[in-house]
């Protein structure tokens, strides 16, 4: 979460990705609306 302007960014239930913070980073910093991504969703 970014307290600034209080974005976030979240994944959840993902497996064989190397930095799932890196991801959650990215959606915080570049999708429009607060997101969440779980299982198969995030693996897209």
Known sequence: MNGNNLTIGTVAGIKDFK????????LAEHE?????????????
């Open 32 to 44: 429009r609306h607060n997101i969440l991504l779980v299982i198969s969703g995030a693996e897209a």
């Open 19 to 26: 930095n799932p913070i890196s991801m959650a980073k990215h």
